[in-house]
C-alpha cells in the first residue's frame, strides 16, 4: 500500500502531545458534517460506525461493507484533512483485501475492533495475528486503532485484560488501543501500564473535559455516535418549533 501524505500528518498528530492536549477527532457520518468539523478547524476526523449506520438507516453493526466503504469514500471525498474510518471488526475481509479496500476508500487510519461477528470477544491472539496480517498488508500507509472491548463485553478485572489485549495488539503493529469504555477512573493505571503507546478514549456527556482525560492518561478522544445523537437533539428540538409555528429557521 502507497503512503499517502496524510498518513504521515495523522501519526504527528498522536505523537508528542502535552499531557493536557489530547488528540480530539470529531465523527462525521456524511459529508455535511465532516465539512463541518473541518471548517471549525479540526485537523483530522475519525467515523463512527454507529453514526454511519443511523444516517445510512441501519442497526449499529448491520451496515454492509459495500455500503460502509461508499459512506467513507464520500467523506474523505469532501474534506482535505486526515479520515481513519471505524471498519467494525473487518466485515470478514482478507487482511490484503481489507487494506486495498480503505486504500480506494481514501481513508488514512482504520479502528478496528476485537468483537466477533457473534457479540463474543475474539481470542486474542488470534485477533493479534489478524492486525498483524493487516499491518503487513498495510506497510506504513495505515495508522492502525485497534480496539479493546473487555469493557463493553462484561469481562473480570477488565483493565488487567485490556493492557494483555493492548500489549499483544500493539506487538502486531497497532499504532494506538482503544479500550473503549474505560471508566476515567481506570485510565492512570492503563497509562503506566502501557507506557508510550498512544490511548485512545471515549468521551461521554457528563464526563471530563478533553484536558482532564489527557492528563488521566488519554492520547486522543474520540465520541463514537455522540455528536451525531447531539444532532438529532438538536434537530428534533428544530423540527418541534417548526411544527408548533415558530418562525423558519434563519
Do not use: Q
Amino acid at each position: 500500500m502507497s503512503t499517502d501524505p496524510r498518513t504521515a500528518v495523522l501519526r504527528g498528530l498522536h505523537r508528542g502531545r502535552a499531557a493536557a492536549d489530547p488528540l480530539v477527532l470529531p465523527g462525521p457520518w456524511d459529508a455535511a458534517s465532516a465539512r463541518a468539523f473541518e471548517a471549525a478547524g479540526f485537523p483530522a476526523l475519525a467515523t463512527p460506525s454507529a453514526g454511519i449506520a443511523a444516517a445510512l438507516g441501519h442497526e449499529d453493526g448491520a451496515t454492509p461493507a459495500d455500503e460502509m466503504f461508499a459512506a467513507v469514500a464520500r467523506i474523505t471525498r469532501s474534506v482535505s484533512v486526515p479520515v481513519s474510518a471505524d471498519l467494525e471488526g473487518g466485515y470478514g475481509l482478507a487482511p490484503a483485501e481489507l487494506v486495498e479496500r480503505v486504500r480506494e476508500s481514501g481513508a488514512v487510519g482504520v479502528n478496528l475492533e476485537d468483537t466477533g461477528p457473534d457479540h463474543a470477544l475474539k481470542d486474542p491472539r488470534a485477533h493479534a495475528d489478524w492486525l498483524a496480517a493487516v499491518r503487513d498488508a498495510a506497510g506504513p500507509g495505515l495508522l492502525v486503532n485497534a480496539r479493546v472491548d473487555v469493557y463493553i463485553r462484561g469481562v473480570p478485572d477488565p483493565a488487567e485484560a485490556a493492557v494483555a489485549r493492548a500489549r499483544l495488539y500493539a506487538a502486531a503493529g497497532a499504532d494506538c488501543v482503544y479500550p473503549i469504555g474505560a471508566p476515567p477512573a481506570d485510565l492512570p493505571a492503563l497509562r503506566a501500564a502501557l507506557g508510550d503507546l498512544p490511548i485512545n478514549v471515549l468521551a461521554v456527556p457528563g464526563g471530563p473535559s478533553f484536558a482532564e482525560l489527557g492528563r488521566l492518561g488519554a492520547t486522543r478522544v474520540t465520541f463514537g455516535d455522540g455528536l451525531l445523537l447531539r444532532a438529532l437533539d438538536d434537530l428534533s428540538a428544530l423540527a418541534a418549533g417548526l411544527r408548533d409555528g415558530g418562525a423558519p429557521p434563519a
